[in-house]
């Protein structure tokens, strides 16, 4: 049984990443745990004053559980996937320590979100959110784009960035993950032109033995090479393995919006390797 954590502020782009997991978990046997975390700063005294029989938790949570009631019928009503439970979590506290106790308390296997959010330039692409998520959550991650309509899914991308060094116990995971799904990995070597790397034969020493298309591609963009390659192969997934918070904060400061958007086209799954 998977044990699946569905984030949502009940925006479209939380609800379209929510109708893409119900797709793509379809042939599971899952929990869904429908979590929505609030600011108890952004409540005023007038909604203590609604009833003033709850208390204080009754009054914060009552809008938000009714909404997520809501919410889970119509998934239930538009999916009648027997395999398929729901459980509703709201939360009062920093967004990923919400997440992160939820993640612990309920043994969650992934975490799904929506891309896009309100205001900066790299948050119109994922969300301050999600990139809090990325930074701060060690989980398999599942970032859909806020306009993707799910369409079967047979394939699977993970580029490798100039000093990534792919490990048996990353490859592992992927592999587990991509052969779970029945997706064909592809594995793109991205280095830097006119410099030749030793990652190419520690990459092919590593995938001796699994079944992936491998790839080298020479730029001075990684996320120009990535997106060359979405251009020529037919990509339903692609994947990031996040080292460490160097790694995600190269990934974020070095990566103009514009790139990062031609990457999260397709949905993006997160790998960790750190710990918290």
């Known amino acids: 049984m998977k044990t699946i954590l569905l ?3 009940f925006s479209d782009s939380a609800t379209n990443a929510i109708h893409y997991a119900m797709r793509f978990f379809q042939s599971k046997t899952c929990v869904f745990h429908v979590m929505n975390v609030h600011k108890t700063g ?60 939820a993640i612990k308390r309920n043994n969650i296997d992934y975490v799904v ?45 993970l580029p490798l960035q100039f000093d990534d060094a792919i490990k048996s116990e990353q490859l592992k995971t992927i ?21 030749t790397t030793n ?18 591609e020479e730029e001075t963009s990684f996320y120009q090479a990535v997106t060359n390659y979405l251009k020529t192969n037919a990509i339903d997934m692609t994947g990031l393995i996040v080292h460490d918070k160097n790694f995600i904060e190269r990934l974020f400061t070095e990566s103009p919006a514009l790139e990062l958007s031609k990457v999260i086209k397709v949905p993006l799954m997160i790998f960790h390797t750190r710990e918290i």
């Open 175 to 195: 592999s587990n993950f991509t052969t779970n799904y029945k997706l064909k990995l592809h594995v793109l070597r991205v280095c830097v032109k006119n410099e």
């Open 199 to 216: 990652s190419i034969s520690s990459d092919q020493e590593h995938l001796n033995g699994y079944n992936c298309k491998y790839s080298v």
């Open 7 to 9: 984030l949502t502020d």
């Open 42 to 101: 952004s409540f005023i005294s007038d909604d203590l004053m609604t009833s003033p029989t709850e208390n204080i938790y009754e009054s914060f949570t009552k809008v938000p559980k009714q909404k997520l009631k809501t919410l889970v019928e119509d998934l239930e009503g538009s999916y009648n996937n027997p395999n398929h439970k729901f459980e509703i979590i709201v939360d009062f506290d920093v967004f990923t320590d919400a997440v992160n106790q």
């Open 113 to 157: 979100m929506g891309s896009n959010g309100i205001t900066g330039a790299i948050e119109v692409v994922f969300g301050s959110n999600a990139i809090n998520v990325i930074r701060q959550v060690i989980c398999k991650t599942l970032i859909v784009p806020s306009d993707y309509t799910f369409k079967p899914i047979s394939t699977f991308l």
